[in-house]
T-cell receptor, first 115, second 109 residues
Framework: DTAVSQTPKYLVTQMGNDKSIKCEQNLGHDTMYWYKQDSKKFLKIMFSYNNKELIINETVPNRFSPKSPDKAHLNLHINSLELGDSAVYFC??????????????FGPGTRLTVT | GQNIDQPTEMTATEGAIVQINCTYQTSGFNGLFWYQQHAGEAPTFLSYNVLDGLEEKGRFSSFLSRSKGYSYLLLKELQMKDSASYLC??????????FGQGTELSVKP
């Protein structure tokens, strides 16, 4: 009965590889997010989708591409991984539409290590 | 621009009260969230203030002054399990949360 789930939990890969992280929420929420938390613990928004539509797209390298097949899923694909991509990636979801602030529920995180 | 300032670290004693302050500057302000994050875990929601004043929820209370761009989180009857990072996050009309670096709270016996 996990609310927001992510796979994998840990991901170790080499520079130059392409990898994906999957996220699913069973809360019936309309909006989903990807965040990156670096070693200094800053939690930064990367993308947000509302009902499969991209609504927030921060200044993120275009090697990162989100995909939302339906409103319960938001995946993150990363091409040509770099050392600086090493971080914890959190998926989150919230109810409501753009312009309204609702609490966000976070997944357990995916710790990505690029060697 | 958007800027959030909160202390990096705080230490308090079990059973005591601690106040974590946050000042912020953000465009299109639409409420302020506080989240708790234990080491190695996901952030979890604590409180949300959209109007000025104090919101109380059990041992935790949160205060907001929109005119001053100021909020605080008050934790009472501290327990060891309250040792965590506390993240201040103002929201904007676009539904975006801007998280501060967080305040690392250590509760000592």
């Amino acid at each position: 009965d996990t609310a927001v789930s992510q796979t994998p939990k840990y991901l170790v890969t080499q520079m130059g590889n392409d990898k994906s992280i999957k996220c699913e929420q069973n809360l019936g929420h309309d909006t989903m997010y990807w965040y990156k938390q670096d070693s200094k613990k800053f939690l930064k928004i990367m993308f947000s989708y509302n009902n499969k539509e991209l609504i927030i797209n921060e200044t993120v390298p275009n090697r990162f591409s989100p995909k939302s097949p339906d409103k319960a899923h938001l995946n993150l694909h990363i091409n040509s991984l770099e050392l600086g991509d090493s971080a914890v990636y959190f998926c989150a979801s919230s109810q409501g539409r753009t312009g309204l602030s609702y609490e966000q529920y976070f997944g357990p995180g995916t710790r990505l290590t690029v060697t | 621009g958007q800027n959030i300032d909160q202390p990096t670290e705080m230490t308090a004693t079990e059973g005591a009260i601690v106040q974590i302050n946050c000042t912020y500057q953000t465009s299109g302000f639409n409420g302020l969230f506080w989240y708790q994050q234990h080491a190695g875990e996901a952030p979890t929601f604590l409180s949300y203030n959209v109007l000025d004043g104090l919101e109380e929820k059990g041992r935790f209370s949160s205060f907001l002054s929109r005119s001053k761009g100021y909020s605080y989180l008050l934790l009472k009857e501290l327990q060891m399990k309250d040792s965590a990072s506390y993240l201040c996050a103002p929201g904007n009309q676009g539904g975006k949360l801007i998280f501060g670096q967080g305040t690392e709270l250590s509760v000592k016996p």
